[in-house]
C-alpha cells in the first residue's frame, strides 16, 4: 500500500519551574520594604536628642541623616524588586494557564495521530487518498503546535530576563542610591495627598487607581500599606496585598519581641491576637488541603475600636466573581474572631461553588459589634451588665454606615458581568444590615437575616422601609434560637423580628436546634451560632447558599406569633422546669437523709446487741 506520512506525536510540555505561589516571595519583598521604609521616614523627622549641643549634635545629625538616605536607597530598591516580582508572579499565572491549555491541545493532537494509524492498519489501496488528506492536516496541526511551545517557551524566557535584569539593576549600594533620586521614581507623599483629594467616593477611588502606573501603585502598597489596604474603591487583589504587608510587618515584630522574651503590653498583645486570627483565617482553605482558593485580605485594621480589631476576608475574588456574598456577624465578635468567622465564610463558599459558577463569601467583621457573652445573661455583676451595648443600636448605626460604604466599594472594583450581591446579616450584625439599608442604602441584591434580634429600630416596620430589590429580603430563624425573641419595637427593641409574617420579608426553613435550659444556656447559644453549620443546621445552610446563588430558598410562613411571647413562654416552661428541678433536688436529700438514718438505726441496733452478748457472756 502507498506510504502515508503520519507526523510523530509530540512530548509532553513541561511545567514550569516557577508557580504561581511564588507570590509569597512578593509578600515577604513587600513586607522587607515596608519595614525599611518606616524606617527611613523615621529618621527623615528626626535628629539628635533635643539636649545635645556642638559637635555632638551635629555628628549625630550626620549620621542620622546618612542613615536615612540609605534606608531609602534600600526602599528604592526594593521598591524596583518588589514591582518586577509582582509583574513576573502575574505573567507566571497567565503562562501557567496558557501551557495547560496547550497541553490539552497536544493531548488532543495526539489522540487523532493514534487515531489515523489504527485506521491505517486495516486499510485498503482505495482508503489511501482520505487518509492521505487526513495526514496532511495532522502534520499542519503538528506544525503549528511545534510553532505555539516555540513562542510559549519565548515568552517564559522573556519573562525570566526581564525579572532578573531588573534584580540585577538594583543589587548594589550605589544602584540603590540612583534609584531612590531618579526622577521617575513615585512620589508616595504626593499620592497619598491625591488620594485625600479624591474623597471617599469608591467609583472615583477606582478610577483614581486604575490611571497610576503599576510602579506607583506598588510604592503605595509598600510606603502606606495601612492606608491602601482599607480603601473603599482600590481593587480586592492590591488591598490583600497591601494588608498582608501590614499583616507580615505585625507578625514579624510582635512575635519577634517574644522571641527575645520582652514582655508586650497590653496593646501589643491584642494587635497580636488579632494577627494571628486573621493569619488563621487566610490559611483556612491550605489546611484543609485546598490551595487553590483565591483567599483575600479585603480589611485588616488590629487596633481599630479601641483595640477590638477590624477585619473581612474573602474565599474567592469578589472583583471577578459570579456570586458574592458579604456576611455581617453579631456578638461576641471582633477583629480575633474573624478566623472562626471564616469558617462560616468558607463554608458558604465551598457549599456555593458546586452549581459551577464562581463565588466569593466575605467574613466581614469591619464594625464595632458588642462584646457581650449571652452565657453570661444571668450573671450579676459580670457579663450580664454588658447586655446594654446590645439592647442599644449605636453601634449598629454605625456598622451599618461602614457597612454601605463596603458594599459601594466592591460595586465600584466589579470587573466584568456585575456579580450578583447578597449580603447576610446574622444576630446583632442583621440589625446593623437592616440599618445600612434603611439608612445610607445597600448596593446590594437581596438582604438576609437571620437570628435576628430586631430589624433596624423604630424606622423599620416592614420589608418596604429596608429600600431592597422586591421580593429581595429574606428571613430565617431556628425554633429555638433565644436571640431571635428579642425582636421589638420601642426603647429596649431593636426593631420588629424580620421572620413575622406581617413584616413581609420571605422566610425560609431552619433546623430548630435543641431544647435548653439554664442550667444548659451554651445549647441556645448553639443554636443561635450553627446557621453556617452543615451538622447542626443543615437546612439553614443550604437555604443561605441558594440565596447566595441568586436562587429562591425553601420558604416556610413566617411567624404568626410575636417574637416576645417565645421568650414569656419558654419563661413560664423553665419556671415549673426550675421548680421541678429544685423538688427534685429536694426529694434526693429527702431520700439521702432517711438513708441516712435507717443506717444509723441498723448501726445502732448492731452496738446494742454486741453490747447484749458482752453482759450476757458475764453470766
Known amino acids: 500500500m502507498t506510504q502515508i506520512d503520519v507526523p510523530a506525536k509530540i512530548a509532553e510540555i513541561q511545567e514550569l519551574e516557577a508557580k504561581a505561589t511564588a507570590s509569597t516571595v512578593t509578600t515577604a519583598l513587600r513586607g522587607s520594604a515596608t519595614a525599611v521604609s518606616d524606617v527611613a521616614t523615621w529618621t527623615s523627622s528626626h535628629g539628635a536628642p533635643a539636649d545635645w549641643t556642638g559637635d555632638a549634635a551635629e555628628a549625630a545629625d550626620h549620621a542620622i541623616t546618612s542613615f536615612g538616605k540609605d534606608a531609602d536607597a534600600v526602599t528604592a530598591a526594593l521598591e524596583k524588586a518588589t514591582t518586577a516580582c509582582d509583574v513576573y508572579v502575574d505573567q507566571v499565572v497567565q503562562l501557567t494557564a496558557d501551557r495547560e491549555g496547550l497541553e490539552s491541545d497536544r493531548i ?12 491505517i492498519e486495516s486499510a485498503t489501496e482505495e482508503d489511501v487518498p482520505a ?65 485625600k483629594n479624591v474623597g471617599t467616593d469608591p467609583a472615583a477611588v477606582t478610577a483614581w ?22 480603601v473603599n474603591g482600590i481593587p480586592t487583589g492590591d488591598r490583600d496585598e497591601a494588608n498582608r504587608t501590614s499583616l507580615q ?38 489546611s484543609l488541603g485546598q490551595d487553590d482558593v483565591d483567599v483575600n485580605l479585603i480589611v485588616y485594621q488590629p487596633t481599630a475600636f ?57 467574613a466581614w467583621m469591619g464594625y464595632d459589634s458588642p462584646n457581650w457573652n449571652p452565657e453570661g445573661v444571668l450573671d450579676y455583676p459580670g457579663d450580664g451588665l454588658d447586655i446594654g451595648s446590645v439592647v442599644q443600636e449605636d453601634k449598629a448605626i454605625a456598622g451599618g454606615h461602614a457597612l454601605s460604604d463596603f458594599v459601594d466599594g466592591l460595586r465600584a472594583t466589579d470587573e466584568g458581568d456585575k456579580s450578583h450581591l447578597s449580603v447576610i446579616g446574622h444576630s446583632y450584625g442583621s440589625t446593623t444590615a437592616a440599618h445600612a439599608a434603611a439608612g445610607d442604602g445597600l448596593d446590594a441584591d ?5 437570628g435576628s434580634p430586631g430589624a433596624g429600630g423604630d424606622n423599620v416596620n416592614g420589608v418596604g422601609d429596608l429600600h431592597m430589590p422586591e421580593g429581595k429580603v429574606y428571613a430565617g430563624a431556628a ?31 431552619s433546623d430548630p436546634g435543641k431544647d435548653f435550659h439554664v442550667e444548659n444556656i451554651g445549647q441556645g447559644v448553639d443554636n443561635h451560632t450553627s446557621y ?13 447558599t441558594s440565596i447566595a446563588q441568586g436562587d429562591e430558598p425553601d420558604l416556610i410562613g413566617g411567624r404568626t406569633q410575636e417574637a416576645n411571647d417565645y421568650a414569656k413562654d419558654w419563661a413560664k416552661d423553665e419556671a415549673v422546669h426550675q421548680v421541678d428541678r429544685a423538688a427534685d433536688v429536694v426529694v434526693e436529700e429527702v431520700r439521702t437523709t432517711i438513708d441516712e438514718a435507717n443506717e444509723v438505726y441498723e448501726g445502732g441496733k448492731e452496738w446494742a446487741g454486741d453490747r447484749w452478748d458482752d453482759v450476757t457472756g458475764l453470766f
Open 108 to 119: 488532543e493532537l495526539n489522540n487523532a495521530i493514534d487515531a489515523l494509524l489504527t485506521e
Open 446 to 450: 437581596s438582604l438576609t437575616l437571620i
Open 209 to 230: 487607581w486604575k490611571g497610576l502606573s503599576g510602579a506607583e501603585r506598588e510604592a503605595l502598597k509598600i510606603s502606606d500599606p495601612d492606608l491602601i489596604g482599607n
Open 131 to 195: 487518509l492521505q488528506t487526513k495526514a496532511e492536516t495532522l502534520r499542519n496541526r503538528a506544525t503549528t503546535m511545534r510553532s505555539r511551545m516555540t513562542s510559549f517557551w519565548e515568552r517564559v524566557t522573556s519573562a525570566e530576563d526581564r525579572f532578573i535584569n531588573v534584580l540585577q539593576s538594583v543589587d548594589t549600594k550605589a544602584e540603590g542610591q540612583t534609584a531612590a533620586t531618579s526622577a521617575g521614581r513615585p512620589n508616595t507623599g504626593e499620592l497619598v495627598n491625591q488620594l
Open 249 to 286: 510587618r505585625d507578625l514579624d515584630f510582635l512575635e519577634g519581641l517574644g522571641d527575645e522574651h520582652e514582655d508586650l503590653t497590653s496593646e501589643q498583645e491584642a494587635t497580636l491576637k488579632n494577627a494571628k486570627a486573621a493569619r488563621d483565617a487566610l490559611d483556612i482553605p491550605a
Open 479 to 509: 425554633d429555638n434560637d433565644f436571640v431571635s425573641w428579642l425582636g421589638r419595637d420601642g426603647d429596649l427593641g431593636m426593631g420588629p423580628d424580620p421572620t413575622q409574617a406581617d413584616f413581609g420579608a420571605k422566610v425560609f426553613g
Open 306 to 362: 479601641n483595640g477590638d480589631g477590624a477585619a473581612a476576608v474573602s474565599y474567592g475574588d469578589p472583583d471577578t466573581a459570579d456570586n458574592t456574598a458579604v456576611i455581617v456577624p453579631g456578638i461576641m465578635n471582633d477583629g480575633s474572631s474573624i478566623a472562626a468567622q471564616g469558617k462560616d465564610a468558607y463554608t458558604l463558599y465551598q457549599n456555593a461553588i458546586r452549581n459551577g459558577e464562581s463565588m466569593a463569601s466575605i
Open 532 to 544: 453556617f453549620d452543615p451538622q447542626l443546621n443543615p437546612t439553614s445552610l443550604d437555604n443561605l
